[in-house]
């Protein structure tokens, strides 16, 4: 069949929507009617060259839509059911799988090939060349075929204009909260930039119990979305920041920070570290340039009091249990959705959502096929 989609063809490069050809499901694999994608950084990380890709891409990975059809052998999904995608294929059976961290899913090696499963794409250029796929999903496309392990299947009645963030943004943002820090009641909280990841963990803060939860970002207009979904001080920076956590947690700092900006510096993590108390725990969930291999930090600090520098994915959670809990978050009013979206946009308005986004114009931006 032909669809429309968005392909990068080298780095640093517009987006450019094409008409494309796209071959049928195969074993275990499925044909999605798209009904929006999310616009995440991650995509521009693809761009940049900070995330490494393959190229010609399809980029997107943070979408929802309506199941078309299906390939020889698939049981989990049938045509006509709404699906959101997790952009880790969990197979459910590999040793992280069966340790209950999908999120670390075998099946992950194959993210940034491009390719399906088995090696093999189904997503072609006019001319025939074939068309590689953000972690083997490319939603920035009108139709797209996944495996049926990337396939989250949610009730009809929940928007999928709005069920696209849980695809990555917002499980990612919320399970660094919830998961990776493991917020407890009572703790004071930093949230480092606060996009759309980082909005999602203002929020799993909040909904874990913290007590003090201080959203950092220079952006005004984000500092005080923040305030809507849960933060109850802002800071337009670290340094500034460091007084006002000293100030209302009584010198003790605090107990859980989730970075979250935009691309990592690694020379940021040695102040980042001052915002944190004794015991304290840094989540580094924004991606770091891939060929950055150094940071400043104090490794006495890190020993003499105790502080831990831990790493996610996908917010450590687990896409078929975690996307559907929160579904049920946003269907009984806890986890705000609507809030999150600052804008739509139409496929050929693709390198415009970027631009706002890149610009601090948006929380999430969203491409709506339907």
């Known amino acids: 069949m032909e669809t429309r989609a968005a392909i990068l063809w080298e780095q640093n490069a517009p987006w450019s929507v094409e008409t494309i050809t796209l071959d049928p499901?195969?074993?275990?694999?499925?044909?999605?009617?798209?009904?929006?994608?999310?616009?995440?950084?991650?995509?521009?990380?693809?761009?940049?060259?900070?995330l490494p890709a393959i190229t010609p891409l399809i980029g997107g990975h943070e979408g929802a839509g309506v199941v078309k059809e299906v390939g020889p052998g698939v049981t989990t999904v049938q045509?006509?059911?709404?699906v959101v995608f997790s952009?880790?294929?969990?197979?459910?059976?590999?040793?992280?799988?069966?340790?209950?961290?999908?999120?670390?899913?075998?099946?992950?090696?194959?993210?940034?090939?491009?390719?399906?499963?088995?090696?093999?794409t189904r997503h072609h250029s006019a001319d025939g060349t074939d068309l590689w796929t953000m972690v083997c999903l490319g939603t920035f496309s009108?139709?797209?075929?996944?495996?049926?392990?990337?396939?989250?299947?949610?009730?009809?009645?929940?928007p999928l204009e709005l069920a696209c963030l849980v695809g990555c943004g917002v499980t990612t943002g919320w399970g660094s909260s919830v998961y990776a820090a493991e917020v407890k009641p009572g703790d004071n909280v930093a949230v480092i930039g606060v996009g759309g990841i980082g909005m999602a963990a203002v929020q799993g803060a909040r909904l874990a119990g913290a007590r003090q939860i201080?959203?950092?970002?220079?952006?005004?207009?984000?500092?005080?979305?923040a305030l809507k979904m849960?933060?109850?001080h802002t800071a337009p920076s670290i340094g500034e920041a460091f007084d006002l956590i000293q100030e209302i947690t009584w010198g003790r700092m605090c107990d859980k920070i989730v970075c979250a900006v935009g691309v990592g510096e690694g020379e940021q993590i040695a102040p980042i570290m001052t915002l944190a108390a004794k015991r304290g725990r840094v989540v580094?969930?924004?991606?770091?340039?891939?060929?950055?291999?150094?940071?400043?930090?104090?490794?006495?600090?890190?020993?003499l009091m105790e502080k831990q520098l831990v790493g996610t994915i996908f917010g450590s959670a687990n896409p078929h249990s975690d996307i559907p809990r929160l579904m049920h978050l946003y269907r009984s009013g806890?986890?705000?959705?609507?809030?999150?979206?600052?804008?739509?946009?139409?496929?050929?308005?693709?390198?415009?959502?970027?631009?706002?986004?890149?610009?601090?114009?948006?929380?999430?931006?969203?491409?709506?096929?339907?």
């Open 284 to 303: 580094v969930t924004n991606i770091h340039p891939a060929h950055e291999a150094e940071i400043n930090i104090s490794l006495c600090d890190l020993t």
């Open 87 to 120: 952009f880790v294929p969990a197979c459910g059976h590999c040793q992280s799988c069966a340790d209950g961290h999908s999120n670390l899913c075998d099946n992950g090696a194959a993210l940034l090939v491009g390719a399906q499963l088995d090696g093999t």
């Open 334 to 370: 806890q986890l705000d959705l609507a809030g999150m979206v600052t804008r739509e946009y139409a496929l050929d308005d693709i390198n415009q959502g970027f631009e706002d986004m890149l610009g601090g114009r948006n929380i999430r931006g969203v491409l709506r096929y339907r």
């Open 79 to 82: 045509p006509g059911d709404h």
């Open 230 to 232: 849960g933060a109850t």
């Open 142 to 158: 009108e139709h797209t075929v996944v495996n049926e392990m990337s396939c989250v299947k949610i009730e009809d009645d929940i």
């Open 25 to 50: 499901p195969k074993g275990g694999e499925v044909l999605v009617e798209m009904v929006a994608s999310g616009m995440c950084h991650s995509d521009d990380h693809a761009r940049t060259g900070d």
């Open 214 to 225: 201080v959203a950092i970002d220079p952006v005004e207009f984000k500092r005080e979305q």
